[in-house]
């Protein structure tokens, strides 16, 4: 007889049920949760057994009780070629908390108010180089932008070709295919033309220029001065007086580019789709070019469209959640999306409303799109404060408009949720700012 402690219900597994997720996530969790409750098992295709937690109350417990038996980094060890083993993206335990311990400062909010500025810059460049008439896809606008922002800000790189040898050799390897990625077999070199060969060269070739600037920063004279997050690396020491070797400095700048370049170019392209379809609370931002209105919009946009609908733990050990006992070896989900659906949290949860966050912040457990406890996003100042200035930036000097009739929807592409479409927008006027002012000039 199995002692084995039954799981919550949950949907039957049927391969519809992968493809429902994939095609509408957002919709697909939701009705899931009426239907199930605040804890339900789900089992998908590619994902395995996991058990979805929609309590903010059991889900603090999650990130706040004991860690040891939770496991974080395995369940990100398909990143591991990319990233490294290095990575605090795919360790655990005593090795995760000293990495963390050594990126954490360089990302404290203080710190990362210095690269306002910088953020402000590559966005008005991005914008002065859009035509009206002309018809952009705003995700891979965000994109370019916010890789250049982690180029200026994280790698300290700001020579313009020197940024642009950077994209080209750092996107190659960050873009390879997702079942690369997933299968050691498809990625052994077995020469030039394979797959697994081309993704050596193009990994070689990308290690390459990260470890040439790393030496290069290292001798800098004036390296104690730099705010860039590659030199506060270079000069931190662990609690044992170690510095970082030049492998985990590679492994750590390339998980900061993985983790931190598509999100938030994804939560942009969001927060830009929303606020054009939601004309009164762009009007507002453009009228005030207010930093707290923008700083609500990013909040209310990640609420509203979270880029991970769920944080992942993989149980060590048996362990009671929301009430119930689940067995080692289960994956549990801190369902963010569906802690921000809740209507007791935020009524008409639907609606697109910035103002809910001018007030009162963000609760900690009813606000989740960073994710908490010991794994909660080391780049979530940067990606709001990032979010913010771009939208002051896009909103105050150029009008767009949606190519498309009805908002783009909603998708799973790998583990994040991203508009179908990228949404496509035609660009308008020009707008011309004068001293906070919005003026259009043709
Ligand atoms: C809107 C943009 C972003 C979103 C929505 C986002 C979301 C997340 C989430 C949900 C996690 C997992 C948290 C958990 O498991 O509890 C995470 C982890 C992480 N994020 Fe972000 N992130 C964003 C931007 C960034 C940026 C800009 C950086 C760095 C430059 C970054 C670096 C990281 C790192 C290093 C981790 C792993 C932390 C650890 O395991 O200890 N992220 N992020």
Redesign the pocket.
Known sequence: MSTEPALPPGPRFTPLTTAQFARRPLDTLRRWHRRYGDVFTVRLLGFGTGVYVADPDAIREL?TGNQSDLL?GEANSILEPVVGKHS??VLDGPE?LRQ?RL?LPP?HGSRVAAFRSTVREVAEREVARWSPGERLVLRQRMRALTFEV?CRA?FGVTDPARVERMRRALSAVIDSSPVLMASATLRRDLGPLSPGGRFARRLRAADALLYEEIAQRRGEPDLEERSDVLSLLLCARDDEGRAMTDAELRDELF??LA??HE??AT?LTFALELLLRNPAKLERLRETGDERYANAVGKET?RVR???DA??RTLAAPRDVAGRRLPAGIKVYPG?ALVHYREDLYPEPDEFRPERFLDDGAESYAWL????????????A??EL??SEVLRVIASSVDLEPVRDTPDPVVLRGITLVPKHGVPVLVGAKRASVSGAAVVTG
């Open positions: 990130f974080a605090v993206l995760h963390r990126l990302f982690i994280v998980t900061m983790a931190g999100t938030t939560g990640l979270p880029v991970i944080a992942e963010i799109p960073f994710g908490g406890g010991i794994r909660r996003c080391i780049g979530a940067l990606a990032e979010m």
